[in-house]
């Protein structure tokens, strides 16, 4: 079973910007589409990233042009790159293979708080 760690989260004021990691056990990033998740307090969880194994990228409305998800030429680690943070961006951030009928185990996560 793959295991993902995901870093990289923290306190940022508005307008700042954090670049989260996911490292995954296994080198999975160049065969499956890899996603971003985040999870904010009392709501469900919602892809906001993908990346396919093609390269190609897409976005949920609420991020899309703010974020940035890539992987690096290994295939073992996933990044997203997060500008011009809202406060409403607030939630824990997780990664996982991006169809969201098929995810793996998932990690921890990582915490980001956006905030004055």
């Known amino acids: 079973q793959v295991q993902f760690v995901e870093s990289g989260g923290g306190l940022v004021q508005p307008g700042g910007s954090l670049r989260l990691s996911c490292a995954a056990s296994?080198?999975?990033?160049?065969?499956?589409?890899m996603g971003w998740y985040r999870q904010a307090p009392g709501k469900s969880r919602e892809l906001v990233a993908i990346?396919?194994?093609?390269?190609?990228?897409n976005y949920a409305d609420s991020v899309k042009g703010r974020f940035t998800i890539s992987r690096d030429n290994a295939g073992t680690t996933v990044y997203l790159q997060m500008n011009s943070l809202k406060p409403e961006d607030t939630a824990v951030y997780y990664c996982?293979?991006?169809?969201?009928?098929?995810?793996?185990?998932w990690g921890q996560g990582t915490q980001v708080t956006v905030s004055s």
């Open positions: 990346l396919t194994s093609s390269g190609r990228t």
């Open positions: 996982n293979r991006g169809e969201a009928s098929l995810t793996l185990s």
């Open positions: 296994k080198s999975i990033f160049s065969i499956y589409s």
